[in-house]
């Protein structure tokens, strides 16, 4: 299974961005999806998940990104998005996308990112 992020770029805070993670031989339809971010010397952490289609589709946001971005599909391009409006400058990181492999899987039931992403840089600075 191969994950490709794309979308990353350089943007003044207050800006916009949409990513975009897009699979290859995979569907990402019944699958929990998450989004992940690596600031530079720091952990990489949760930033959100989009439970599977097949379920309820059920969104979910680390709480520094609510209302900020939103994530959602387009099955017919077996994409999932991650759009981002007013960044902040703390937004700055590598974002990754990662799938829960498992058919039906949902983001409140434990997903196991098993598949990733190469990641996409998204810089927020004047």
């Known amino acids: 299974v191969q994950l490709q992020a794309s979308g990353g770029g350089l943007v003044q805070p207050g800006g916009s961005l949409r990513l975009s993670c897009a699979a290859s031989?995979?569907?990402?339809?019944?699958?929990?999806i998450g989004w992940f971010r690596q600031a530079p010397g720091k952990e990489r952490v949760w930033v959100s998940c989009?439970?599977?289609?097949?379920?309820?589709?059920?969104?979910y946001y680390l709480d520094s990104v609510k209302g900020r971005f939103t994530i959602s599909r387009d099955n017919a391009k077996n994409t999932v998005y991650l759009q981002m409006f007013d960044l902040k400058p703390e937004d700055t990181a590598v974002y990754f996308c990662?799938?829960?492999?498992?058919?039906?899987?949902?983001?409140?039931?434990?997903?196991?990112?098993?598949?990733w992403g190469q990641g996409t840089q998204v810089t927020v600075s004047s």
């Open positions: 990662a799938a829960d492999r498992t058919y039906g899987s949902t983001c409140s039931g434990g997903p196991q990112f098993t598949s």
């Open positions: 031989r995979f569907s990402l339809e019944h699958r929990a």
């Open positions: 989009i439970s599977s289609s097949g379920m309820d589709g059920s969104t």
